[in-house]
């Protein structure tokens, strides 16, 4: 398993609290629905805003970045040719988000190209510096604080700051930035924040937060409207119909764990050191070089390196397919992945990767290069 970044994986002692908590919904319904979920929400409310630090007024849970995306895009006020900035290394579903916004409310996307190599953050920050001076009509920007496929770290508090200077919104998509890097979101003060607790946090799925800035107050609503229209924000945020959220109140338990290790620091120190084995062995080995970016931009717990294999080498349409197919062919799990239209592989590192994880992927696909060979 060297994907933990697509998923994340559940420790035994949150299964067992999300049991515990599925039990207890089951014995009493009503109460659970109309008392305990409130109690429990807020109580993860400050366990969060303590977590990424923030205040308690302005962070909400959700169940993931998705979501959080999806209240901001759909609760802001858009004017006909207003723009959204992304990124050649967006998400899909911010991408898809946004496409659905161009079609309802006539906003444009604009993306601003982040191609390799890259040499310093100072490239990004002047790419951004450059793009949000010529287009004025740039309403938000959406920036991801470790990108998805490529697993770079971006300079998000610098580029906020620049944002903010040409009166441009700023949304940070975290997905993979809780438990993996230290939080302080006064510090970054965007005006809105999606993270997820259920990849490097150790919650059951689904679990993230919303955050939103004092100054955007009541602009944000949640994308379902249920009958709890008319109360606190919170109370909306809360109960948006009858579905299980007991993964939400996992969190605590999932932090336990996250601080039992010796928290985030601790736990990076381990990755780090085990990726560069990793990563030397993969170039030592099969002569595949790692994405080049700085140091600075290197997330802790993904690393990526050039892929041996493309696609179509295995009847494939997609990295996507890709990744599944390698699994159901020789049971490894790296996650195959398109960056700037060239196929890479991203490898993920947790607390119960060894080097034989890794070694087991490389002989793998020694193994598939010679196959294709012959």
């Excluded at 602009?219 to 919170?234: A, C, G, M, Y």
């Amino acid at each position: 398993m060297a994907n933990h970044g697509s998923y994340g994986l559940i420790p035994q002692s949150v299964m067992e609290k999300r049991f515990q908590l599925l039990q207890e919904q089951e014995e009493q319904p009503d109460v659970w629905f109309r008392v305990t979920q409130k109690k429990l929400y807020q109580e993860m409310v400050q366990l969060a805003a303590q977590f990424v630090g923030s205040k308690n007024e302005n962070i909400f849970i959700v169940n993931n970045v998705t979501y959080g995306t999806n209240c901001v895009l759909k609760s802001l006020k858009w004017n006909e040719g207003d723009e959204i900035l992304l990124t050649s290394h967006s998400y899909k579903s911010v991408i898809t988000t946004s496409e659905e916004l161009h079609r309802l409310n006539g906003v444009n996307i604009r993306y601003l190209q982040i191609t390799l190599p890259i040499q310093s953050e100072e490239e990004i920050i002047e790419k951004y510096r450059t793009i949000v001076a010529k287009y004025p009509k740039i309403k938000l920007a959406i920036i991801d604080h470790i990108t998805s496929a490529s697993a770079m770290k971006m300079p998000v508090e610098r580029l906020t700051q620049l944002c903010h200077e040409h009166e441009v919104l700023v949304l940070i998509d975290g997905a993979h930035a809780p438990g993996q890097l230290e939080l302080d979101l006064s510090k970054i003060n965007p005006d809105f924040y999606v993270g997820n607790f259920h990849k490097w946090c150790y919650t059951s799925r689904h679990c993230g937060f919303l955050y939103v800035s004092s100054k955007h107050e009541g602009e944000i609503r949640p994308v379902v409207t249920s009958n709890f229209k008319d109360r606190s924000l919170v109370e909306q945020f809360t109960y948006w119909g009858t579905c299980d959220n007991s993964s939400f109140f996992t969190l605590k338990t999932a932090l336990e764990f996250h601080n039992s290790l010796g928290g985030t620091n601790a736990i990076n120190k381990y990755t780090r050191e085990l990726l560069h084995k990793a990563v030397s062995m993969f170039e030592v080995e099969m002569g595949l070089q790692l994405l080049p970016v700085p140091i600075s931009m290197r997330a802790p717990r993904m690393a990526v390196i050039q892929s041996p294999i493309n696609p179509q080498d295995l009847g494939c349409g997609s990295t996507d397919e890709l990744t599944v197919q390698i699994w159901k062919m020789y049971r490894i799990q790296p996650a195959f992945v398109t960056i700037n239209g060239e196929t890479w592989m991203r490898l993920s590192c947790n607390v119960y990767n060894n080097m034989h994880d890794y070694q087991t992927i490389c002989r793998t696909l020694i193994q598939i290069k010679s196959e294709l060979k012959n």
